[in-house]
T-cell receptor, first 111, second 117 residues
Framework: AQSVTQPDIHITVSEGASLELRCNYSYGATPYLFWYVQSPGQGLQLLLKYFSGDTLVQGIKGFEAEFKRSQSSFNLRKPSVHWSDAAEYFCAVGGNEKLTFGTGTRLTIIP | GAVVSQHPSWVICKSGTSVKIECRSLDFQATTMFWYRQFPKQSLMLMAT?????????EQGVEKDKFLINHASLTLSTLTVTSAHPEDSSFYICSARDVGLMNTEAFFGQGTRLTVV
């Protein structure tokens, strides 16, 4: 069975500081991996995805993520966060069918 | 990216009534749509997979007679919450995949906030 673990429930970062959100997955085959962001009361916006190829993927809003097969990880990074990055972040894994989501990490930005 | 429109964005209904939520793919065809439920401060839980022209596949623990799913066309899937009760209050989100593209992500609607009073 596929599963996703986001070990950090809540992270607080100062504006302008770097960010890394952790994601570990369990999947029986080569996974498709995703990071989504959700603002309160809103749907999900795709930040980036990994299907194959280069293990360092670039996404929107200055985010990037690195797929590490040996560690079953797909951590999300941003070199300098902005106040507008405050939101809930979800990592997800799946094939061509359904996605399994992690429990999410709430990001708070302090001035 | 492709656009998925979900309607309504929010709805309040009386206990015992039924509510229909629509999920439309606006600029692509989707043979498969997914329905998720999200409780406050929790993750998305897949309720069912909706396939155009066939019966939906429900996840374990989801009552198919309570959450009726219809996927009559390649651009529209509906979720009907029948005889709604306060415990059905939640955030419902649909997603859809473009059948014309391989190895692509599912696109999400903006969600529907259901409150049953």
């Amino acid at each position: 069975a596929q599963s996703v673990t986001q070990p950090d429930i809540h992270i607080t970062v100062s504006e302008g500081a770097s960010l890394e959100l952790r994601c570990n997955y369990s999947y029986g085959a080569t996974p498709y991996l995703f990071w989504y962001v959700q603002s309160p009361g809103q749907g999900l916006q795709l930040l980036l995805k990994y299907f194959s190829g280069d293990t360092l993927v670039q996404g929107i809003k200055g985010f990037e993520a690195e797929f590490k097969r040996s560690q079953s990880s797909f951590n999300l990074r941003k070199p300098s966060v902005h106040w507008s990055d405050a939101a809930e972040y979800f990592c997800a894994v799946g094939g061509n069918e359904k996605l399994t989501f992690g429990t999410g990490t709430r990001l708070t930005i302090i001035p | 990216g492709a656009v998925v429109s979900q309607h309504p964005s929010w709805v309040i209904c009386k206990s015992g009534t039924s509510v229909k939520i629509e999920c439309r793919s606006l600029d692509f065809q989707a043979t498969t749509m997914f329905w998720y439920r999200q409780f406050p401060k929790q993750s998305l839980m897949l309720m069912a997979t909706s396939n155009e022209g066939s019966k939906a596949t429900y996840e374990q623990g989801v009552e198919k007679d309570k959450f009726l799913i219809n996927h009559a066309s390649l651009t529209l899937s509906t979720l009907t919450v029948t005889s709604a009760h306060p415990e059905d209050s939640s955030f419902y989100i649909c997603s859809a995949r473009d059948v014309g593209l391989m190895n692509t992500e599912a696109f999400f609607g903006q969600g529907t906030r259901l409150t049953v009073v």
